[in-house]
């Protein structure tokens, strides 16, 4: 048995059935071995102290993505702030928003009608007020009417060129539309960061993630797009991870 079937082996034992190996494990275990996501097995993961539900299987949060977010909601001091998660997904980031800022009110923006009704599962799952958030089936901004104080994004950034080293697991169980941004992985960046700056309060921020090789050619889209205010930072890995833009 490879030493990694071991470790998620294990896990899945311990999260999802609490030590017991019924046969249900037991096939759980075969699905592993033939390449299943030992996420979407368990069905949820913790997220900025967040459970997220996968069961419409979205785009699986990440660990990056976990911290910069806590990072954000540490930072933002406002007694009131209304929030777009765009490309959201599971609204991993918009319910850790709604958990950690009380006053905070929040819009998720998502194209995928599944993913839509994962937020509201997530939403439930985690107790939020259906009063303090909308769910908005939008690609990217058509259907996003108001402007905001704060927008916080995780596109599709994954550049095709670098699907080679993109883990097998990740290809063939998680959505594609998550992953890939075109030839450089800038495909959604570039008309995001176009739109954006429209969606923005005065003196509004963007919190956006990319990777890390990224970082040169976005200093360049930003500017291209009258940007003057950002700052760059790197994640717990010390990988240059997200940008914060005024």
């Not at 998680?174 to 960061?193: H, I, M, N, T, W």
Request: aromatic share 14%; glycine share 4%; net charge positive.
């Amino acid at each position: 048995m490879k030493k990694k079937f071991t470790k998620e082996i294990l896990w899945l034992l311990k999260e999802k059935y609490k030590g017991n190996k019924t046969s249900a494990f037991q096939l759980d275990v075969e699905k592993l071995r033939k390449g299943a996501h030992i996420d979407y097995l368990i069905g949820f993961v913790e997220f900025a102290g967040c459970r997220i539900d996968l069961s419409k299987k979205p785009f699986i949060p990440r660990p990056e993505t976990e911290f910069w977010v806590e990072q954000a909601t540490q930072k933002i001091q406002s007694p009131r702030s209304h929030i777009l998660d765009m490309f959201a997904g599971s609204g991993c980031i918009g319910i850790a928003v709604l958990k950690h800022m009380p006053n905070a009110i929040v819009d998720f923006a998502e194209k995928e009608k599944k993913f839509l009704e994962q937020i509201k599962i997530n939403a439930r799952l985690n107790g939020i007020d259906s009063k303090r958030y909308q769910v908005i089936q939008s690609d990217m901004f058509s259907k996003v009417k108001r402007k905001y104080d704060y927008i916080f994004a995780n596109p599709p950034y994954i550049a095709e060129s670098k699907k080679s080293k993109v883990q097998k697991s990740v290809l063939e169980n998680e959505p594609r539309s998550a992953l890939f941004g075109g030839k450089d992985g800038l495909l959604y960046v570039r008309q995001f960061l176009k739109e954006a700056k429209n969606h923005l309060n005065p003196n509004g921020k963007i919190y956006m993630e990319f990777d890390s090789f990224q970082k040169r050619p976005i200093e360049k889209v930003l500017k291209q797009n009258i940007y003057n205010n950002f700052e760059f930072f790197r994640d717990q890995y010390k990988k240059w991870r997200y940008v914060v833009i005024e």
